[in-house]
């Protein structure tokens, strides 16, 4: 095991373990601990890198949440019109929801924490506005923070559905929440 300045890696090791205990068993099932064994670290590095457990908490879920951020960038950034926006909408709800059963677990744990502790509330309120700062290069503000709900909404219930639901109701969807009154005149 790597020590010191030998072992520049150990803070982000830290991290991605924490993560992975997070979606294997729930922010209850984490410790300074089984973190440490699960990065194969020396238990008093979770001290020398971190002030205590919240710490560890809001670094791993702030890196959880530039990758969740990171995706919509990659589906969001390409469009050149409304149409392809909307495409690239409903293609971004199908790849959450058929992606990383991990993603899935780590977003509903960071809101079921953020629900209970304010400071955790202020990590989502930033990675919520991130999320719009994409979906606002197509789509005015308000709309933008429809798009988002509906985004969340959409890819949880994908996601733990028996049978989930097709593209083309996604599509829909979005395009209700994105058709303007002047498209929706004759």
């Known amino acids: 095991m790597a020590t010191g300045h030998t072992d520049p890696g150990r803070r982000d090791r830290i991290l991605a373990a924490t993560l992975d205990l997070i979606a294997e068993e729930g922010v209850a099932g984490v410790s300074h601990r089984r973190i440490a064994s699960r990065a194969g670290v020396p238990l008093g590095s979770m001290t020398y890198h971190f002030g205590g457990m919240d710490e560890v908490l809001r670094e791993a879920f702030r890196r959880f949440t530039d990758h969740i951020v990171a995706v919509f960038d990659a589906h969001l950034a390409a469009p050149a019109d409304r149409e392809e926006a909307r495409q690239a909408v409903a293609d971004l709800v199908h790849r959450l929801s058929e992606g990383s059963r991990r993603d899935l677990v780590l977003t509903q744990e960071l809101y079921t924490l953020a629900a209970r502790r304010p400071a955790y509330r202020e990590l989502t309120h930033e990675w919520m506005g991130r999320s719009r700062v994409h979906l606002e290069k197509h789509f005015d ?46």
């Not at 559905?161 to 929440?177: D, F, G, K, N, Q």
């Open 141 to 186: 503000p308000d709309t933008a923070r429809q798009l988002d709900a509906l985004i969340e909404g959409l890819t949880l219930h994908r996601a733990l559905a028996a049978a989930p639901h097709s593209r083309a109701l996604t599509l829909e969807a979005v395009r209700r929440i994105t058709t303007t009154p002047a498209e929706r005149a004759p």
